[in-house]
């Protein structure tokens, strides 16, 4: 039997067309699943390949300061270099699932009581900051990367997490990733590293345009000890093990001396040769989104540097019989 024509037009049929209201509501929906996508979808593709660019190397690249990567994979990277970004950044990267709860409850206590701002962001969630977002705070920021840390940790793992952090962190003006620091400042690559030159990278991490690698003094200096002492206790209490689960470790090798005349790289006309001054701080890590260490047993305390001024004889006393 064929069905009859309906006789009422099509914009006056009732239940077939939304209202503005369900219309709006409908097109917000399809953006966020949309988005929600996309960023499953990059996250996926960084997983394999690495990051291209990043929005603060952008930033540097319009600034003028240039822009010297080069990427290593967590392979060749050395193993004590590993060690003191746990020590310095998250000693509880292995423990927790992208976010320690206890670090930021602390940060938000010493906050509220006045003072430096400071943060207490893991190192995954400084990963999906410098791949995906851009630097600064906000809520709108603060809420992507709590997502793109839970989609890291859920689609990447600890290992991939630690490689990308450590190829994107800025170690120096227009410079990222340990690889290209290390061949900055020591003129060899992060393949193989002593500790206190690992150390001194893992110390300048929080504020990279602000501290020097080369012959730090002050506060970067005695900072850069206190990472060195704790390397150990991340190898004894195998606080970085969750990078290294099921992969081949290679072994420790001394660094090579360096060979030939550094090479010329972006930003150093932007950086002094000399050490910079001390800086006074109060705390250990400063930075709004590097997490606060937490004190680890039998550590060593920083050794402060013995005065260097020379100490003036007494004046002879008058009237005091000549020897």
Not at 5 to 18: A, H
Not at 35 to 48: A, E, H, N, P, T
Not at 67 to 82: F, H, S, T
Not at 204 to 214: A, D, E, M, S
């Amino acid at each position: 039997m064929a069905k009859t024509k309906s006789s009422i037009p099509p914009y006056r049929r009732r239940g077939r067309q939304r209202g503005l209201p369900a219309r709006i509501v409908v097109g917000l929906v399809r953006i966020v699943l949309g988005l929600i996508v996309l960023s499953v979808l990059w996250v996926l593709v960084y997983r394999f390949v690495p990051p291209p660019i990043t929005v603060t190397m952008l930033g540097d690249l319009i600034a003028g300061r240039g822009l010297n990567k080069d990427w290593m994979p967590i392979g060749q990277i050395d193993r004590d270099m590993v060690r003191a970004a746990i020590a310095a950044e998250d000693g509880k990267f292995c423990q927790h699932n992208g976010f320690d709860f206890e670090a930021i409850e602390d940060a938000m206590k010493r906050n509220a009581s006045g003072g430096r701002i400071r943060g207490g962001s893991t190192i995954s969630q400084q990963t999906a900051k410098n791949a995906f977002l851009w630097q600064g705070g906000g809520y709108v920021r603060k809420g992507a990367e709590a997502w793109f840390t839970l989609l890291i940790e859920k689609l990447w793992g600890k290992r991939r997490i630690m490689e990308v952090y450590l190829n994107l962190a800025e170690t120096g003006i227009g410079t990222y990733g340990v690889n290209a620091g290390s061949l900055r400042y020591y003129g060899h690559d992060a393949s193989a590293m002593s500790p206190i030159e690992a150390a001194r990278i893992a110390a300048v991490l929080p504020l990279p345009k602000k501290r020097g690698v080369k012959s730090p003094k002050g506060f970067t200096r005695r900072y850069g000890g206190t990472i060195a002492a704790r390397i150990g206790q991340v190898s004894r209490d195998g606080l970085d093990a969750c990078v290294y689960k099921g992969a081949v470790v290679a072994p420790n090798r001394a660094p090579p001396a360096p060979k030939g005349k550094p090479r010329p790289l972006p930003g150093e006309e932007y950086e002094s040769v000399q050490a910079l001054p001390p800086v006074e701080e109060p705390v250990v890590v400063p930075e709004e989104n590097a997490v606060i260490a937490e004190p680890m047993a039998n550590e060593p305390a920083p050794v402060e540097e013995p005065a260097t001024e020379p100490v003036p004889s007494p004046e002879p006393v008058a009237n005091e019989p000549a020897t």
